[in-house]
C-alpha cells in the first residue's frame, strides 16, 4: 500500500475515533497535524472557526465543506492556520463533512476529516400584517428589487484573496440586538424570505461604525434596504448595513475598523428608523454577532 494511502486511513481512523467521543471538536491527523472547529454542530446560519496547527510548515493548505471552499490565514501563530466556514440559515440540517489537504514543505500530503453535523436554527416565525403597500410590488419595483438583488449576489460572490481584516470585530453602534435572525417572516399570509439580519434599534442620525477594515464594494439606495453600505472584508467575508439615513464612504474605498459609514435612518421598506445589520461568508447568509463571538475585538 502507498505510504500517502497508509497516511490517510491513519487519518480516517482517528476521525472515527473521535467521533466516538461527545461533541469532537478536535481530530489528530498525524505528523504533528490537528484539524479543530469552534463547534463540531453548528446551528443554522452560524460561523464556524476552523484551526489547523502543524508541526512543520506547510507549502499549500485547501478545505472544504459542503461544496464551500475554505479560505486560510495566518495570524502572530506561524503554525496554526484559520479559516471560518459559514452555514446558510437555510442550510438543512443534518451531517456534513469537512475535509482538508496539506502538502508539507517536503513536498508529502496529508489529508484529514471532520464530521460537522448542522443542527435546526429553531427560528421563530413571525406573522404580521401590514399595510398592502409593505408586501405588493408594482411591476416597476418588482423589476427594480430583481435587478437590484442580481447585483447584490454578484458582489457577494467576489472574492478578495487577501484578508482585509486586522483583529477583532465589533458591533456597528451601542444598541442591543432584536434577536430576531433567521425569524420567519409571514406578512399578510404570504410566507416571505427569513430575515438575514441583526436589527438594533436606534434614533434616526445614530452614527453607524465599521465592524472591521474592509473595502466598500458597494455604498448606495436600494429598494428594499434604503441606503446601503457592503463591506468587503476579505476571503469571502462581507457586513452589510442598511436603512441608512445617510452614507458617508464611497464604493473603492479602504476603510478602518470604528470608521463612520453613515447614520442609522428608515430608508427603504421599513417602518422605523433602526439598523439592519447582516453578514454573508462565501455566499451563506450567517449571524454578523457570531463575528464578534468568534473574533473579539
Given at each position: ?139 416597476a419595483d418588482l423589476e427594480r428589487s430583481q435587478r437590484e438583488a442580481a447585483r447584490l449576489r454578484e458582489v457577494f460572490a467576489a472574492v478578495t484573496p487577501e484578508r482585509l481584516w486586522q483583529g477583532g470585530f465589533r458591533r456597528p453602534l451601542e444598541a ?57 472584508h476579505g476571503l469571502g467575508l462581507f457586513t452589510f448595513y442598511a436603512h441608512l439615513q445617510s452614507i458617508t464612504v464611497e464604493p473603492g474605498q479602504v476603510v478602518e475598523a470604528g470608521a463612520l459609514l453613515g447614520r442609522v435612518g428608515s430608508t427603504g ?29
Open positions: 500500500m502507498p505510504a500517502h494511502r497508509l497516511r490517510w486511513l491513519l487519518c480516517f481512523g482517528a476521525w472515527l475515533l473521535a467521533l466516538g467521543v461527545s461533541a469532537a471538536d478536535t481530530v489528530p491527523c498525524g505528523d504533528g497535524l490537528t484539524l479543530r472547529v469552534s463547534s463540531p454542530s453548528p446551528v443554522q446560519g452560524s460561523l464556524v472557526l476552523v484551526e489547523v496547527q502543524s508541526a512543520a510548515p506547510l507549502a499549500q493548505l485547501t478545505g472544504e465543506w459542503a461544496g464551500q471552499t475554505l479560505h486560510f490565514w495566518r495570524d502572530a501563530n506561524p503554525s496554526t492556520y484559520r479559516a471560518l466556514l459559514g452555514v446558510d440559515l437555510e442550510r438543512a440540517p443534518g451531517p456534513a463533512p469537512l475535509t482538508f489537504q496539506a502538502e508539507l514543505a517536503s513536498g508529502e500530503r496529508r489529508a484529514c476529516r471532520l464530521r460537522a453535523t448542522v443542527e435546526d436554527g429553531k427560528f421563530a416565525v413571525e406573522q404580521l400584517r401590514l399595510p398592502p403597500r409593505f408586501v405588493e410590488l408594482s411591476p442591543e440586538a432584536a434577536g430576531n435572525f433567521g425569524r420567519r417572516r409571514i406578512l399578510n399570509d404570504q410566507p416571505r424570505a427569513s430575515h438575514s439580519g441583526e436589527d438594533y434599534s436606534a434614533p434616526a442620525g445614530t452614527p453607524v461604525y465599521a465592524a472591521q477594515r474592509g473595502r466598500v464594494a458597494l455604498a448606495d439606495e436600494l429598494f428594499f434596504s434604503g441606503k446601503t453600505v457592503v463591506l468587503d421598506r421599513v417602518t422605523a428608523a433602526h439598523l439592519h445589520w447582516a453578514a454573508r461568508l462565501n455566499q451563506a447568509r450567517v449571524n454578523p454577532r457570531d463575528l464578534v463571538a468568534l473574533l473579539p475585538d
